[in-house]
């Protein structure tokens, strides 16, 4: 398995706002890890589920929020609310 992560971010945390309305409106995020030649790493679904809740502690502290403000989404779930 590629070390894709996506999550999505409470609007608690003030990321995004709603054009229409101005309020606050939950976003999306996703992370890939690669090796130094920038290549995918392979790995075994058990540890990508694993990395998947870990990383919330260091994506939070990154952008100092709260870990429960994000949620582990797949990237289907991404990719249906994000445009690219």
Known sequence: MK???CYRISAEAG?????ETGESAECYIKQSITDKNDNPINISCEIYCKRHIALISILAKMGQMKKEWFEPITIEEY???VEE
Do not use: L, S
Request: proline content about 0%; glycine content about 0%; charged content about 25%.
């Open 3 to 5: 070390e894709i992560y």
């Open 79 to 81: 990719f249906e609310n």
């Open 15 to 19: 990321m995004a706002y709603d054009n």
